[in-house]
């Protein structure tokens, strides 16, 4: 398979996943406004967005290079994201932890459910991917 058809692929990839991400956080936002505090609801918004907002910045980066010459290039675009990623994470609990006096539970619960359901994603149509001829 050429480069460029597992780049768009990856890409992809990354959209589903980042759609799912939004499906999923607007559901656990919805739902805990429903049944807490606004400002739980709010926690659990910017525990959602500390997932989706990484996990998009890093899909930009890893498949902005395609192809065997630029590997160099596809490697270290790579490492960038992941940085960035790392970065962008740790701002933007410090922006919900001393901006909106986040509550860790929610904050931290809608992360781990929104990453993981990006995990997922990713997981199931990759296979999907490799199972095609």
Known sequence: MPANDLVADGKRL?????VVQVMVA????????????????????????????PNAIFAFFAFRFAGAQQTQAVAKSMVQGARYKFLIVAVIFGIAFKGFNAQPLYLFCAFAVTTIS?????FRLSK?????P
């Open 26 to 53: 607007a559901f656990l936002t919805g739902v805990t406004a429903v049944v807490a505090t606004s400002n739980d609801a709010i926690s659990t918004a910017l525990g959602s967005a500390s997932s989706m907002i």
């Open 128 to 132: 999907k991917l490799s199972c095609e």
């Open 14 to 18: 990354a959209k589903v996943g980042l």
């Open 118 to 122: 990006y995990w997922a994603t990713l």
